[in-house]
């Protein structure tokens, strides 16, 4: 724009921008002067109404005649973008010359001010908006105050939120923050905020975030002046603290009111400042000074020079120290744990958690929880007074966990998109409100976001979740959700990463995978894509927190239990921090060190039967443990699970059986190893499942029969995973290794393919259509089509299927396929017409989690489930560390 001509204004040059515009120095080609434009921000939704508002305000604004007063000159409009023609003041903003050194000057400047705002209070005019960066201070040392009438329009009209939210916040009157009505007493609030800043350099109200500075200015008393500014007039001091009352009865009631007590301290300060120049005494001459100095012994030459040599030893020994203490490699103040530390568990009304985010202050907590509908959305919290609120309306199908913006404004989270079936990072205001999303995952998941230690960037894990197979990606993005780079690829297979920026947010620290039992920490220098292994333990880490001390936080096992340890940046032997059962994991720590946050949970689910229609629910397992991948036996009498105690990672999991009505339950396998996929042969004299190592990834994993009469000689099929079975004596395996799905025979032989390369696939119907998970680019998820050589004219081409937040499927003939569309709905879609049907039936649990899972009946009658969930606390330690 610089070099145009608008009008009759050529642009010359930008002066800066806010949240309410851009400010070009033009040159009025028409009156020869210089003028300033203020072009309003192109985020602002214009109706007429809004127009209408504008010019009301822009014209009471113009009223205001003053001469400390910035004039508005015109109102006009270019390219349907309305601008605003303003006085052009050349000098700084009140902003960059605080703290105000003289005090002559500061209460100068006040009374200038204060005028301004009697003025414009007496046309009716209130600002709404005064602040440091609103009021300028020209080369002649002449107060203007800028943007009158704005501020209401920037009330009224829809912008897009600047980083500038907190600063005006920090200026706002109780009654403003409140909704309450806004006038010239708010006004003189905000004046008073100015004030004091002007005085000392702080703001009386403060806070990391939004919510603690509006808890400040509602609540708190500021610190007094004489904190900071110990020879400030008592007069003064308390003018401004009469200007700060939280009640607007109690403040001045006019801005004139105001200045006549200024005017007051401005002249008894000027009566003082001129006493101390008439009492202060005359230079006496040097003759006079000599005289009055006690005669002293003279000194000797010899007893001269031998003081003067040691003062040169002296200075230079000082000097050496110096230089090695500047110039030796620094090393962090060594911190130990806190014998002394306390343990608060904080009052949140839910038990199915993860995640948590701290404010940097340690004052404010944000953490994703369940509803009683299962239902995630993130909630923020006062750590001190333990109140909290929900701040978005998600009601996502889960949330991996949170972080708060080093400013405490924002926060940013993982969610399920169950219509989209796809993991997304998103962010949201911490006073809450419609959140955004800027990053998804579509051929993959995104997880476990966090803010640089700047607050430029948001770094997330992109990969599988949950024991899948394949490479984890370290990226960033902008927080308006552009500039999305990978910075790192991991070369180890295996599930999402958990990480933490390192304080100069120039590394990560970063668990990385080598089985599901096995993680290790690296720490990566982002630039060179060097990294470097910190733990050589061979446990689970379930967490990384990389703190100001550089010490690395984590969540291990290996005590036997998931505690928190610390250890060195630049590696060493672990400490503990936590003991007991645990499990303790996601830490959290404020910015001074004083409080740590973890969360602190158990794996639980049980497994319940119910007819489809949802009647006839009962449950039939009750211990705390884990159980997930349920089926049915083909005579429905039973149902085969796995099984692992609490805390899963610990020891592996278990092939079980148990009755319908929960008895005889049996255990059909070691459990030293990791069991998973059940499925039983369609003449229930067979049972088909994976198996996989406690040192070995996931995608290691074999296939294996049982006999279900005689299970204690398992046979080793191949190398996948379970694909089902076709009859009693066929079944499939998914391949790992190449995709695809191979048919094989109990009776032996060669495998051979079954379907396209790049799918798994499940005939469905007695061959006549074909179920399968597409891989390929684009076409990601579940597909249902007609098989090799038939032609149905009601399937003539691949038809999708939807996405679930759980486990999904087709019965076991391949009439309808069965999916969770949100947390208890459990609905079909009829194959081959497409046609989709909601089974009007709560099943509690089903879908909170993604452990969860279920299967059909045989006849299709009935549904066995599992109600998974987490059962979490958030625990705050206080002081740590020494």
């Known amino acids: 724009m610089i070099g145009q001509t608008i009008s009759h204004y050529k642009v010359l040059e930008k002066l800066g921008e806010g949240g309410m515009g851009v400010v070009y120095k033009a040159h009025d080609t028409k009156l020869d002067r210089v003028v300033a434009l203020k072009f309003l921000p192109h985020g602002i939704t214009v109706s007429e109404e809004d127009k209408a508002r504008f010019l009301q305000e822009a014209r009471a604004a113009s009223a205001v005649m003053h001469p400390n007063v910035c004039v508005?000159?015109?109102?006009?409009?270019?390219?349907?973008?309305?601008?605003?023609?303003?006085?052009?003041?050349?000098?700084?903003?009140?902003?960059?010359?605080?703290?105000?050194?003289?005090?002559?000057?500061?209460?100068?400047?006040?009374?200038?001010?204060?005028?301004?705002?009697?003025?414009?209070?007496?046309?009716?005019?209130?600002?709404r908006d005064i602040k440091t960066d609103n009021i300028m201070v020209n080369t002649k040392s002449q107060i203007k105050v800028m943007d009158f009438g704005l501020a209401k329009l920037k009330g009224s009209l829809k912008l897009t939120r600047t980083s500038s939210t907190v600063g005006t916040l920090a200026y706002m009157a109780p009654e403003q923050i409140q909704g309450g009505e806004v006038n010239a007493r708010s006004d003189i609030f905000s004046f008073g905020v100015v004030l004091y800043e002007m005085l000392t350099g702080h703001l009386p109200f403060r806070g990391e975030h939004e919510a603690a500075m509006m808890y400040s200015i509602v609540n708190e008393e500021p610190q007094p002046l004489e904190r900071y500014k110990a020879d400030v007039s008592p007069l003064l001091a308390n003018i401004i603290q009469r200007a700060l009352e939280k009640d607007p009865s109690d403040r001045f009631q006019s801005a004139g009111d105001m200045v006549v007590e200024l005017r007051r301290v401005q002249k008894k300060t000027t009566r003082v400042a001129r006493g101390l120049t008439a009492e202060m005494p005359a230079t006496a001459p040097p003759q006079a000074a000599s005289e009055a100095v006690t005669p002293q012994k003279t000194v000797s030459k010899k007893s001269f020079r031998k003081i003067f040599w040691t003062g040169i030893g002296v200075v230079a020994l000082l000097g050496i120290i110096a230089v090695v203490y500047l110039f030796l490699p620094k090393q962090p103040t060594q911190i130990t744990v806190n014998p002394g530390m306390t343990f608060r568990v904080l009052p949140i009304p839910f038990t199915q958690i993860q995640s948590p985010g701290l404010s940097r202050d340690g004052n404010w907590a944000a953490f994703p929880a369940a509803d009683a509908?299962?239902?995630?959305?993130?909630?923020?919290?006062?750590?001190?007074?333990?109140?909290?609120?929900?701040?978005?309306?998600?009601?996502?199908?889960?949330?991996?966990?949170?972080?708060?913006?080093?400013?405490?404004?924002?926060?940013?989270?993982?969610?399920?998109?169950?219509?989209?079936?796809?993991?997304?990072?998103?962010?949201?205001?911490?006073?809450?409100?419609?959140?955004?999303?800027?990053?998804e995952g579509v051929q993959s998941g995104v997880f476990f976001p966090r803010w640089r230690p700047d607050g430029q960037r948001v770094g997330y894990v992109r990969g599988t979740l949950y024991g899948q197979a394949g490479r984890a990606e370290f990226w960033t993005v902008k927080p308006n959700g552009?500039?999305?780079?990978?910075e790192l690829v991991d070369s180890a297979s295996g599930e999402a990463r958990k990480f933490s920026w390192s304080p100069d947010g120039q590394s990560i620290c970063w668990t990385r995978y080598f089985s599901e039992q096995w993680r290790e920490?690296?720490?990566?220098?982002?630039?060179?894509?060097?990294?470097?292994?910190?733990?050589?333990?061979?446990?689970?880490?379930?967490?990384?927190?990389?703190?100001?001390?550089?010490?690395?936080?984590?969540?291990?096992?290996?005590?036997?239990?998931?505690?928190?340890?610390?250890?060195?940046?630049?590696?060493?032997?672990?400490?503990?921090?936590?003991?007991?059962?645990?499990?303790?994991?996601?830490?959290?720590?404020?910015?001074?060190?004083?409080?740590?946050?973890?969360?602190?949970?158990?794996?639980?689910?049980?497994?319940?039967?119910?007819?489809?229609?949802?009647?006839?629910?009962?449950?039939?397992?009750?211990?705390?443990?884990?159980?997930?991948?349920?089926?049915?036996?083909p005579d429905a009498k039973a149902v085969l699970f796995n099984f692992a105690q609490p805390e899963a990672m610990k020891g592996g999991s278990s092939l079980c059986s148990i009755d319908r009505d929960g008895r005889n339950r049996k255990q059909l396998t070691s459990g030293e190893e990791w069991i998973e996929y059940p499925i039983p042969s369609p003449d229930g004299r067979w049972i088909m499942y994976r198996r996989y190592e406690l040192n070995e990834p996931s995608d290691s994993s074999k296939v294996y029969l049982i006999d279900a009469e005689n299970p204690v000689s398992p046979k080793l099929i191949g190398k996948g995973w379970v694909g089902g079975w076709v009859d009693e004596k066929t079944f499939l395996i998914d391949d790992l290794s190449a995709p695809g799905t191979w048919l094989y025979s109990i009776e032996g032989g060669e495998p051979r393919k079954f379907f396209e390369d790049s799918t798994y696939a499940r005939p469905l119907q007695g061959g006549k259509y074909i179920g399968y998970y597409d891989l390929r680019h684009g076409r990601g998820g579940a597909w249902v089509c007609a098989a090799p050589g038939v032609k149905d004219p009601r399937l003539p081409s691949p038809m999708r299927l939807p996405s679930s937040i759980a486990e999904s499927g087709f019965d076991r003939d391949g009439r309808f396929f069965y999916y969770v569309k949100t947390a208890g709905e459990l609905r079909r879609v009829s194959i081959p017409s497409g046609k989709e049907e909601v089974i009007r039936a709560a099943f509690p649990g089903l879908g909170a989690?993604?452990?969860?899972?279920?299967?059909?009946?045989?006849?299709?009658?009935?549904?066995?489930?599992?109600?998974?969930?987490?059962?979490?606390?958030l625990v705050m330690i206080e002081n740590p560390f020494k």
């Open 482 to 486: 552009s500039e999305s780079r990978c």
């Open 373 to 439: 509908n299962s239902k995630w959305d993130i909630y923020f919290m006062n750590t001190t007074s333990g109140e909290s609120r929900r701040i978005t309306s998600d009601s996502a199908g889960w949330i991996n966990g949170v972080d708060i913006s080093p400013d405490g404004s924002q926060i940013v989270y993982d969610r399920y998109n169950g219509a989209a079936n796809r993991m997304e990072i998103a962010i949201v205001s911490s006073v809450g409100g419609s959140s955004k999303k800027i990053a």
């Open 72 to 127: 508005i000159h015109d109102i006009a409009e270019h390219a349907g973008q309305q601008f605003i023609v303003m006085e052009f003041v050349e000098g700084k903003t009140l902003r960059q010359v605080i703290p105000v050194q003289k005090m002559q000057d500061a209460i100068s400047y006040a009374i200038q001010i204060g005028e301004a705002l009697q003025e414009a209070h007496s046309k009716g005019v209130v600002h």
């Open 521 to 633: 920490v690296f720490v990566y220098e982002l630039s060179t894509k060097e990294g470097r292994q910190l733990t050589f333990d061979n446990k689970d880490i379930r967490g990384v927190y990389w703190t100001l001390n550089d010490e690395i936080i984590l969540s291990s096992n290996k005590s036997g239990n998931y505690n928190l340890w610390m250890v060195p940046s630049l590696g060493g032997s672990l400490t503990q921090i936590t003991k007991g059962t645990g499990s303790d994991y996601a830490v959290m720590m404020s910015r001074d060190g004083s409080k740590l946050l973890y969360a602190q949970g158990q794996d639980i689910s049980h497994i319940w039967i119910a007819s489809i229609d949802g009647s006839n629910s009962h449950q039939i397992t009750f211990d705390d443990a884990v159980v997930w991948h349920v089926s049915f036996t």
């Open 849 to 873: 989690s993604p452990f969860s899972s279920f299967d059909i009946s045989y006849n299709g009658k009935e549904i066995v489930y599992t109600d998974a969930r987490v059962n979490g606390k």
